[in-house]
Nanobody, 124 residues
Framework: HVQLVESGGGSVQAGGSLRLSCAAS????????MGWFRQAPGKEREGVAV????????YYIEAVKGRFTIPRDAAGNTLHLEVNSLKPEDTAVYYC??????????????????WGQGTQVTVS
């Protein structure tokens, strides 16, 4: 039984930083992708970043490039997302997602079978 648990959200002022974490348990696949999505009030959930264990490469949406980073030491069953230079428009619930096949676009919800409950990020 795969479980994903996010942590690290909070309330910060514009320009601030947070470090989000996603701890996965019950995941025995040797190769998988883990992604971060976010959903702002009244908006669709959108893919923000992803990390592929097979290639050890991260990808980001344009809106967060240069501000959000998946650390290069990403390994094991915990994925971090360092969010810097936060803007009010980054306010959202941030979700962690994982999948072992990763057969679809990384920014698409349908690519991922496993989801966490989310952690709130509020930027004022």
């Amino acid at each position: 039984h795969v479980q994903l648990v996010e942590s690290g959200g909070g309330s910060v002022q514009a320009g601030g930083s947070l470090r989000l974490s996603c701890a996965a348990s019950g995941y025995t696949y040797s190769s998988y992708c883990m992604g971060w999505f976010r959903q702002a009030p009244g908006k669709e959930r959108e893919g923000v970043a992803v990390f592929y264990t097979a290639t050890r490469r991260p990808y980001y949406i344009e809106a967060v490039k240069g501000r959000f980073t998946i650390p290069r030491d990403a390994a094991g069953n915990t994925l971090h997302l360092e969010v810097n230079s936060l803007k009010p428009e980054d306010t959202a619930v941030y979700y962690c997602a994982a999948d072992n096949k990763c057969g679809g676009p990384w920014y698409a919800q349908k690519t991922f079978n496993y989801w966490g409950q989310g952690t709130q990020v509020t930027v004022s």
